[in-house]
């Protein structure tokens, strides 16, 4: 089996996040030799983390001008590593700083890229990874010849490594930063108002029903928000919104301040991977659903028995009014 190499971005403190020791069990998983490049301002606590992966090698790109997402800095730390372990196959997470720095990598080193895998495997003796074209709809097996071959695995598709930490002996990669950039700093919603959590156990999905006309033939929008930001408060649920929510806004219709087209799931949009899902006046037709594809348990509520979620797409369908439930939800969590 050929050598493999691990490329991880460590965290601000110098731990890896969860995407990480997914690719790393991925890599453990392909019985290839195996080598780790970490890069960062700080990469101990990460090698300590993956000591007992059985890693040949550790090898780190270390120093401030690392520990910022910033293309030049990444693209030739991850060259530096990739040369300096010889790696045939580069597996790493398909984070938002990997994506943007290794297609070019992959040039760099006359190489191969594919991006999005969700799975790993040796097929007839040869490594084959595993994707989705076609928003989701087409499965594809790929092989390649050319080497390197560089793999961004999504997250999610593989059960992290959980191996015990110990003490690890790291290799330093000598790089100089050249940049013409300064990282200021960062801005992001307040901890409290954030939306999207990769990593929450629920994906909570709020469809255009919420802000139409109700029973009483008035619109409840300012009660809708209220009832949705209270929901993901207490439950800290990621919230996704179907394509006819978050296009009102360009509609002049009642909108949820706080749902973007970032929220968008389904055929247009991100197709989420989480645990359990609960959908709320949603229709639930295919264009939707596609975005269910990767949902463990799938739970709807509409007032419509003959809505699309009722024809087979979700597990458990309430026939109910959406705002009674939530209300009745939210107070149960309050207790």
């Known amino acids: 089996m050929e050598s493999i190499l691990l490329l991880a971005h460590t965290e601000p403190d110098g731990s890896l ?39 040949a090698r550790i090898l780190a790109v270390r120093g401030e001008a690392f520990g910022q997402p910033r293309y030049a800095t990444d693209a030739a730390a991850a060259e530096a590593l990739c040369r300096a372990s010889g790696a045939a196959i580069v597996i790493a997470p398909s984070t938002s700083r990997w994506s943007r720095a290794l297609p070019g990598l992959a040039f760099r080193l006359d190489g191969r890229v594919d991006t999005h895998a969700t799975a790993l495997a040796i097929e007839n003796g040869v490594p084959a990874v595993t994707r989705w074209f076609y928003r989701q709809r087409m499965e594809g097996v790929l092989t390649r010849s050319q080497r390197p071959w560089i793999i961004l695995l999504d997250a999610g598709c593989v059960p992290a490594w959980s191996g015990a930490p110990a003490t690890a002996a790291v290799e330093t990669v000598e790089l100089a930063a050249e940049t013409r950039t300064t990282v200021t700093g960062t801005r992001s919603p307040e901890a409290g108002e954030q939306t999207i959590r990769p990593d929450a156990k629920l994906l909570f999905v709020a469809g255009a029903g919420w802000t139409k006309k109700q029973s009483d033939g008035a619109t409840h929008t300012p009660e809708a928000e209220k009832l949705i930001l209270d929901f993901l408060r207490a439950s800290r649920a990621s919230l996704g919104g179907s394509k006819s929510l978050v296009d009102l806004s360009g509609e002049g219709e009642a909108v949820l301040r706080f749902m973007t087209h970032l929220n968008q799931i389904g055929q247009t949009g991100a197709t989420p991977r ?59 969590l309050g207790r």
């Open 17 to 55: 996040a969860r995407p990480a020791l997914e690719a790393l069990a991925a890599a453990k998983n392909l019985g290839g030799p195996l080598h780790i490049g970490l890069v960062g301002a700080q990469v101990q606590p990460a090698a300590d983390r993956v000591a007992g992966a059985g890693a």
């Open 274 to 332: 989480h645990p359990k899902g609960l959908s709320t006046c949603c229709h639930g037709e295919e264009p939707h659903a596609v975005g269910w594809r990767f949902i463990g348990e799938r739970r709807a509520v509409n007032l419509d028995a003959n809505c699309g979620w009722a024809r087979g797409k979700a597990d458990v369908l309430y026939v109910a009014d959406a705002f009674a439930v939530m209300r009745e939800v939210n107070a149960l």
